[in-house]
């Protein structure tokens, strides 16, 4: 084990205001302690919060800021209470970089409910300083925070993951939808949906996509494995599909109506929402009430369920479908992804690019 008193610097890619607009960037690394891991960023996927924060959407943005919440990398150098990783193993770091420890969640291992949860950018960490994501060289990162990444998977394919995946994994664990033939639905086709279809697959589930149009339908049925697909603008269609479905994952980042697929669930269906959205959603309570019906929503996953889950898909070959870019074309990358313009994940190849250029 090494010493880590002495503070590095290290080259990210940071918006410096709410343009969003990406570029090189020196900083510090925060002071490190016994506890903690020191982090070679191999790669980081990008996420549609990724733009909310870089283009402070939320109002909550603070700058200089390096995103990047999905990141895979080596360990190059541990502390001295360091236990359960080892320099050479490579690793991953989600949103959460922190959290109180005490409170309810923290002691339920559900440490991503933290009230006082540190965000791994956009927050301040508890030694005062910003902290700062993925899109970097280097992190250093506290143990409890870093996963195990299972031996064999390569870093492209986890690092959607730990995000998209366990956003899907998480919810379908925690309200027990993990038996072999239920009925769910995937709304919304994108970093996060094409990863709900296929981990719910991997489950044994008939999944449904559900669409604003026909545009995604051969990739989610020929590629992704989908049982279904249903266009949310076709009224006959989406009538014959009422009471049809056990659960639905709601991907969809943006203002929406929430009646349409509400009647879609059966009896003590579950509606999930994971996107990301800055205005109000509405419903009428009666759609609720009458079927026992449920409007949850759910956020990432601890550690324990995030190695769960990597776990998960390695027994069964789960993979993300992705694009691979350098840190150059981040700009272009963030463009595209507000455009819906990917399959279905961006990855950056942090080792890989040059990132001071």
């Known amino acids: 084990m090494g010493s880590l008193e002495t503070e590095r610097t290290t080259v990210g890619w940071a918006a ?6 990406l570029s090189p960037y020196t900083y510090n690394l925060r002071d490190t302690g016994a506890e903690d891991v020191y982090i070679k960023v191999l790669c980081c996927g990008l996420c549609h919060s990724d733009i909310h924060q870089a283009k402070n959407d939320l109002g909550m943005s603070n700058y200089p800021m ?5 990141v895979v990398g080596e360990v190059v150098e541990v502390g001295s209470e360091v236990t359960r990783f080892r320099v050479g193993e490579r690793v991953g770091v989600g949103i959460v970089v922190g959290c109180c420890g005490g409170c309810t969640p923290c002691k339920s291992d559900l440490e991503q409910y933290c009230s006082k949860k540190i965000w791994n950018y956009n927050d301040v960490y508890t030694d005062g300083k910003p902290t700062q994501g993925g899109f970097a060289g280097e992190m250093v990162v506290h143990q409890k925070f870093v996963v195990k990444i299972p031996e064999g998977m390569e870093p492209e394919q986890v690092a959607p993951l730990l995000c998209a995946g366990i ?8 309200f027990g939808l993990t038996a072999s033939g239920l009925r769910g639905g995937i709304l919304g086709l994108g970093g996060v949906g094409h990863m709900g279809v296929k981990i719910a697959k991997a489950m044994g589930h008939h999944v449904t996509v559900i669409s604003s149009s026909e545009k995604k339908k051969e990739e989610a049925l020929e590629q992704l494995g989908a049982d279904a697909y249903l266009v949310s603008s076709d009224e006959e269609a989406m009538k014959s599909a009422i009471d049809s479905l056990d659960y639905i994952i709601d991907t969809v980042p943006v203002v929406h109506p929430l009646e349409p697929y509400i009647l879609l669930l059966k009896l003590n269906g579950k509606l999930i929402i994971t ?11 009666p759609l609720i009430m009458l079927g026992r019906k449920s409007i949850t929503g759910t956020f990432i996953g601890s550690t324990k369920e995030t190695e769960e889950m990597l776990e998960f898909c ?7 479908q992705i694009e691979v870019v350098k840190m150059d074309y981040i700009n272009e990358a963030f463009a595209r992804l507000a455009k819906n313009d990917v399959r279905y994940r961006f990855v950056v190849d942090v080792a890989g690019s040059q990132l001071d250029q």
Do not use: C, W
């Open 16 to 21: 410096r205001d709410p343009s969003g607009v």
């Open 66 to 70: 390096v995103p990047g919440h999905e």
């Open 167 to 174: 956003t899907v994994y998480s919810p379908l664990r925690h």
């Open 275 to 285: 996107g990301v959205i800055n205005a109000p959603l509405q419903f009428m309570s």
């Open 314 to 320: 390695k027994k069964k070959d789960v993979t993300s």
